[in-house]
């Protein structure tokens, strides 16, 4: 079976890019990425390649090739539905805010409303493909959904979860370590697997295309999040015993990561993770081991999320005890609010929390970060319901200047990695600021022997204090 027209729903963080790089690497395939989100349309289809609603490095130049030529976007969603032969579902899941499995549990209203869209304008077989992280046995779902249309009409369901990290996605999708393909045992199944693998062929060398069955590779997109999310929390958990030890995380980390058996990546101590997958897919997988009775091993991963919600707890409390126990009316600076650098995506970012914990105390906290706008900085807070807005408002303030948002601050706070915070002229900040001038470095980014020369206090995460 040979594919010559794509269609994707959602225009987000993974349908947008996936897209993008499927059509500038298979010119011949027609590729349509639809939304209901006029504006993310509009975006994806502005001229000038700048407003883009994802912020990826390289990703301009993907979409500025192959734009016009095979990749299109469009809020037609029914007619890009019914000229495809495989139709990708991209759509958000997230966590459930209301009734069974509040709090933990995906919620797959717009997977569901996907499945009944694609069941109602499908006028010829497809195969449908599962993009989205979804819950292990969501296929069933979808498939009892899609097989009782009525109107002959033949699915597959395929289960192909993106492993794209965020800031880095072009690279990850056209140098990927593995594609996943999940597929039905039987002979419609592999030939609908062996459609996409041929598409991802086009560049992935084949032996990095894993096929499998699809609940193995609904499960293996969960635990890949999982035990990377698991790793930054164990990192972090030993940081604080550094703090009290005196060792140094990040020496530890070296140490430990030169066994090649345990290598060297994900193991930088943070102020936390966040990001849009790693809590949802631990909490999801909470859920699910919960629902079939398995309480250890619910607990087991349930622990990964304790462990991070308390290193976020930890950097604010240490930041009000070291401000004298108090920071109502101080001015704290935020370095930083994306969830890491390189990304416009706030979600779950660490510094939200943090933010939340400091404006409990009524600090004025001004933020500066590269990427990310003064509403987005304010739905974040706002969305917790924490305190009314217009106190948000009053006490959390965005710049567009970041020696501005250090200016008079009793503490800068760096809360994402961003390159450029680390050639800061640091003593010009230093001037600036009221005295004991005091840095909490929740990246571990900054030369910390010099900022004390200069004369900062500097608290780092999993190092001695001074
Ligand atoms: C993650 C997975 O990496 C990706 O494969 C999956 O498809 C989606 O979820 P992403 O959320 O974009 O990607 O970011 P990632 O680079 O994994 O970082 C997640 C969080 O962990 C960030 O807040 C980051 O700052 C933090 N982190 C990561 C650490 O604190 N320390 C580390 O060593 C690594
Ligand atoms: P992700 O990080 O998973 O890509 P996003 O929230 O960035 O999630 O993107 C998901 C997109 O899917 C949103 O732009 C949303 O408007 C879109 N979407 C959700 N449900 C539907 C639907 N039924 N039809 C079309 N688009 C949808």
């Known amino acids: 079976m040979k594919i010559s027209k794509i269609c994707c729903i959602g225009a987000g963080y993974v349908g947008g890019p996936t897209m993008a790089v499927i059509a500038q690497k298979c010119p011949e395939i027609k590729v349509t990425v639809v939304d209901i989100n006029e504006a993310r349309i509009a975006a994806w289809n502005d001229e000038n390649l700048d407003n883009l609603p994802v912020y990826e490095p390289g990703l301009d130049k993907v979409v500025g090739e192959a734009r016009g030529r095979n990749l299109f976007f469009s809020t037609q969603v029914d007619a890009a539905i019914q000229e495809a032969e495989m139709v990708f579902i991209s759509v958000n899941t997230p966590t459930k805010t209301y009734g069974e499995g509040k709090g933990q549990a995906a919620d797959l209203k717009w997977i569901e409303l996907c499945a009944r869209q694609i069941a109602a304008a499908s006028d010829s077989d497809k195969i449908v493909v599962e993009k989205s992280t979804l819950p292990v046995r969501t296929a069933e779902a979808v498939k009892d959904i899609l097989s009782n249309t009525g109107n002959g009409v033949k699915f597959q369901i395929l289960s192909n979860p993106e492993f794209l990290a965020e800031g880095t996605a072009v690279e990850d999708l056209q140098q990927a370590d593995r594609v996943l393909i999940g597929g039905e045992n039987s002979p419609e199944g592999k030939e609908a697997i062996q459609a996409l693998v041929d598409i991802y062929a086009h560049w992935i060398p084949r032996e990095r295309i894993l096929t499998t069955n699809v609940w193995s590779s609904e499960l293996s997109k969960l635990t890949a999040n999982a035990v990377l999310a698991q790793r930054v929390s164990s990192i972090n958990a030993l940081s604080e015993l550094c703090e009290v030890t005196e060792a140094d995380i990040d020496e530890v980390a070296r140490a430990i990561g030169a066994d090649s058996r345990i290598g060297g990546k994900f193991l930088k101590a943070s102020v936390g993770f966040g990001g849009s997958c790693f809590q949802k ?32 707890g930890r950097f604010a409390r240490k930041i009000v005890k070291s401000l004298y126990n108090t920071v109502s009316g101080k001015k704290i600076a935020f370095l930083g609010w994306a969830f890491k650098k390189d990304t416009n995506d706030t979600r779950e970012s660490a510094a939200i929390y943090v933010a939340d914990q400091l404006l409990n105390e009524k600090a004025q906290i001004s933020v500066f970060d590269p990427k990310v706008k003064y509403q987005q900085i304010q739905s974040d807070i706002n969305y917790l319901q924490t305190r009314g807005k217009e106190e948000n408002g009053a006490l959390l303030e965005s710049v567009a200047d970041p020696y501005e948002a250090c200016k008079d601050s009793h503490a800068v706070a760096i809360l994402t990695e961003w390159d450029e915070f680390v050639q800061y002229d640091w003593k010009k900040i230093y001037d600036s600021m009221l005295k004991p001038a005091k840095i909490f470095d929740g990246r571990n980014i900054l030369d910390h022997e010099q900022l004390r020369e200069i004369g900062f206090r500097v608290y780092a995460i999993g190092k001695p204090l001074e």
């Open 281 to 312: 897919d631990i909490l999801n997988l909470v859920y699910i081991s919960r629902s079939y009775g398995l309480t250890e091993v619910a607990d087991y991963w349930e622990q990964v999320i304790k462990m991070n919600d308390h290193q976020k």
